[in-house]
């Protein structure tokens, strides 16, 4: 297996000027009014004493300011806490756990017949007879494959892609911006961590949805299909996506929940696709392609994180059950599914530091421990 070095490093972390903002909560709804700050029950599998003793730790100094944090199982919250001044109606944001969100999405139009997975992506800016950026499908966008030269980290920060074009001269057209890059690689053949293949696939669905350049036309075009296909039948009440001037989703980093309906998401993935209410929402072969392996990287799949062996891993292989799967942010987001143990667990705040994510991580693997495989 071929992986680009340092490429997955910090999942798209985007140093000091994320952090920065991530720390001083923007993008942060804190909850109004009083709002219960623990909730330990537990089930007949783990009790309430057992899993206040794992969780109490991931909220000291040494992990970094956890704010949110909600255990599912069997389908419902047996445990959830809370940093002050954040509760159950507190939306956070995602950062690139939104990936997974919109790797749904595009699902949704794969269903539909809108995309096909293996076709080139009609991209005007890849157009040209003999442009090689002409042959990437959308099977390696969701992989991270496409070949496709972008600086996922950098020094200075500043010059590093993502920041770029989350911030500073790409911010105001963020697909133009990804569109454009280059290819350092052919596509399919190195995998590399980019948020910018994310904004392609978000430019992508807009355009699917409406022939209108107008950016309030392609943002109420891709608002009704989220709202239609995704936040209401999954019952996402909260969810909440940013949109660029150009009207684009910006679908690898800016998207805003509360931790109970990260949790529910989660439980979608879980459970292939149905919602709640056990409608199939998402279909179910569409679950499997995201949790399967991409031949450049085991511990990927499409747009999801695998707890397997690689050179890199955002997971926890070898302290969690192999089959467990997640979403993963900058500064320590984390909503992990382990089918085999029916268990969901959702961990939001900001560790900007390595270590405090190793302490992080380690935490949520002695809690996901907890519970029989």
């Known amino acids: 297996m071929r992986v680009e070095r340092n490429s997955v490093k910090r999942l798209g972390a985007m140093g000091g000027i994320l952090a920065v903002l991530a720390v001083a909560g923007l993008w942060t709804v804190r909850a109004a009014g009083p709002e219960p700050v623990v909730h330990i029950a537990g089930d007949s599998d783990v009790d309430a004493a057992a899993l206040r003793a794992a969780i109490d730790p991931l909220f000291d100094g040494e992990a970094g300011e956890t704010r949110a944090l909600v255990v599912m199982h069997d389908g419902e919250i047996v445990a959830e806490r ?5 509760g159950p109606q507190s939306r956070l944001p995602s950062w690139s756990t939104a990936k997974s969100v919109t790797a749904v999405l595009i699902g949704l139009m794969v269903s539909d ?3 096909a997975l293996d076709s080139p992506v009609p991209v005007a800016a890849w157009g040209q007879p003999g442009d090689p950026r002409g042959r ?15 600086i996922e980290d950098g020094e200075p920060v500043a010059d590093a892609d993502t920041v770029r074009m989350l911030f500073t001269d790409g911010a105001q057209d963020m697909g133009a911006f990804a569109e454009a890059k280059p290819l350092a690689h052919a596509p399919g053949s190195v995998f590399s961590y980019s948020t910018g293949s994310t904004i392609i696939l978000s430019d992508l669905m ?4 409406t022939n209108s350049a107008d950016p309030d036309a392609r943002r109420r075009a891709m608002q009704m299909f989220i709202d239609g296909r995704l936040k209401v039948p999954a019952r996402l009440d909260s969810l909440t996506v940013e949109y660029d001037a150009a009207g684009t989703m910006i679908g690898g980093s800016f ?5 109970r309906d990260y949790a529910r998401f989660g439980e979608l993935l879980r459970n292939h696709g149905r919602g709640v209410a056990g409608h199939q ?3 179910e072969k569409w679950i499997d392609h995201m949790r399967a392996p991409s031949p450049r990287n085991a511990a990927y799949g499409a747009h999801l994180w695998l707890n397997r062996d690689s050179e890199e891993s955002a997971l926890m292989p070898g302290r969690a059950p192999r089959s467990l799967f997640g979403c993963v942010g900058h500064g ?7 089918p085999s ?3 969901t667990v959702v961990r939001l705040g900001m560790s900007p530091d390595k270590e405090q994510r190793e302490v992080v991580k380690a935490g949520l693997a002695k809690l996901v421990g907890l519970y029989a495989r």
Do not use: E, K
Request: no cysteine; charged share 10%; glycine share 8%.
């Open 281 to 283: 929402i998402v279909p």
């Open 136 to 150: 990437i499908t959308l099977r390696q966008l969701l992989a991270m494959t496409s070949g496709l030269d972008h």
């Open 113 to 115: 017949g809108r995309l």
């Open 206 to 209: 807009a355009r699917m949805l």
């Open 332 to 338: 320590g987001q984390y909503i992990l599914v382990s």
């Open 255 to 259: 998207m805003h929940m509360t931790a």
């Open 341 to 343: 143990q029916r268990l």
């Open 82 to 86: 809370y940093a002050p001044g954040y």
